[in-house]
């Protein structure tokens, strides 16, 4: 007592040794096996750790909920965003800028079919952002750029001359369904038999020729086939459309595909019904 009293104050000690006599007086009806500074000690050390444990764990949880927070962020990044634009796509001539311009509400003169067009289509005070994507070959290579924005698809086709781009058509629709950003987030399209006004050949004759050039192209291209993250395993896996061992089918993808058509005319201020339905639920 005599050392303490050279570094602790007086009050201090004498505060001490109160506590130390009321809890003596606490424990002395229960006949402890242990003394009461062995108690004392016990509850020092107790309040020390609750005291410490309060002062660096809280920072070290900060810490750690801070990095948990920057994983997810990192998780989140690295995975697919969800696009939030309506994408028009289809071979030159198909009937796109003119969409694109009715459902913007423009002239034809301020807008190009050769250059990416961008807008807006206003629906019930909500605008939805709209890309229209030129149909010719050297914007193949940017293509992905622009389906990774996606929240729905239009693919236009002009039906009188269907019969003689078939192949092409459905070489320009693989590229599109073998995507990982319209594959992985089931991007809905909505192909659109354009100017079917002009011409005998309708949705579903298009639906079943595209079907059976969709097949073979599995078998040509398969050999090198896109490949998609699988998000659970961490790892690659190769896109396959359809079900193997059948003939492929729209119905088999993962993407909600959906036929319509119509005539989408300059002369006319709305576009058809079908793309107005498949446009403004979404």
């Known amino acids: ?45 107790l309040l020390s750790a609750i005291i ?25 990044a690295g995975g697919k965003k969800k696009g939030n634009s309506l994408v028009l796509l289809g071979l030159c001539d198909s009937g796109k800028t003119t969409l694109f311009l009715k459902l913007i509400q423009k002239s034809l003169t301020s807008y190009s079919s050769i250059s990416v067009n961008k807008g807006n289509f206003n629906n019930a005070g909500k605008k939805l952002p709209i890309i229209d994507i030129p149909g010719h070959a050297k914007m193949r290579p940017t293509l992905p750029q622009y389906l990774s924005q996606a ?19 459905a070489q320009n629709l693989y590229d599109i369904l073998v995507d990982p950003s319209v594959y992985e987030r089931r991007v809905p399209i909505l192909i659109f038999c354009n100017k079917t006004d002009l011409t005998t050949i309708g949705e579903s004759d298009v639906q079943s020729i595209l079907e059976r050039e969709l097949d073979e192209l599995r078998k040509t291209r398969g050999s090198a086939p896109s490949m998609a993250g699988n998000e659970d395993a961490g790892v690659e896996r190769e896109i396959y459309l359809g079900n193997e061992g059948t003939s492929f089918q729209f119905d088999h993808l993962p993407n909600e595909v959906t036929f319509a058509q119509g005539s989408v005319k300059s002369e006319e201020t709305e576009a058809p019904e079908p793309i107005m339905s498949f446009i403004q639920p979404r």
Do not use: W
């Open 151 to 169: 929240s729905s698809i239009i693919y236009l086709i002009d039906s009188t001359t269907f019969f003689d781009q078939s192949i092409e058509e």
């Open 52 to 76: 410490i444990s309060a002062i660096f764990g809280g920072s070290s949880d900060s810490r750690g909920s801070s990095g948990s927070s920057t994983s997810s962020s990192s998780s989140s």
């Open 1 to 45: 007592m005599d050392t303490l009293e050279k570094y602790v104050p007086a009050v201090v000690l004498k505060s001490c040794e109160q506590a130390y006599n009321h809890i003596d007086r606490i424990l002395a009806p229960y006949n402890l096996p242990i003394p009461t500074e062995f108690v004392v000690l016990a509850l020092v050390g």
